[in-house]
């Protein structure tokens, strides 16, 4: 919403999810478990690139560009599908929402390049 600026007390609770985005993927790293390229993807456009470069900057130092450009993706997916969710669409079109989001969230975590 244009204007809008969240209160503060909220603001750490919606740090946490991409805190612990982050912390799965310093794990991988740590662990050499971290999958960097995926075959067949395609390469970061230079938009993607400084996108990314920015992040690999601060907050995600250490981690690939290619792995932090993904954990992007999969954080605005994590927070799309839980809108889903407390929105009640997920059930529209899901049988078993809950089996769909733990698909979802196991894809996701293999997207970003974590181990199953």
Do not use: C, K
């Not at 792995?67 to 997916?77: F, P, S």
């Amino acid at each position: 919403m244009p204007g809008y600026s969240a209160p503060p007390e909220t603001m750490a609770a919606g740090a946490r999810t991409v805190l612990t985005l982050v912390g799965l993927l310093r794990e991988g790293v740590a662990a050499d478990v971290l999958t960097v390229e995926h075959p067949g993807e395609p390469p970061l456009s230079d938009g993607m690139t400084r996108n990314a470069e920015v992040l690999a900057a601060g907050l995600l130092a250490g981690i690939p560009l290619p792995a932090v450009a993904r954990m992007l993706v999969v954080w605005t997916q994590l927070h799309g599908m839980v809108g889903f969710e407390v929105n009640g669409h997920v059930a529209g079109v899901a049988a078993d929402p809950d089996a769909f989001f733990a698909h979802a969230a196991a894809v996701m975590g293999e997207f970003a390049g974590l181990p199953r």
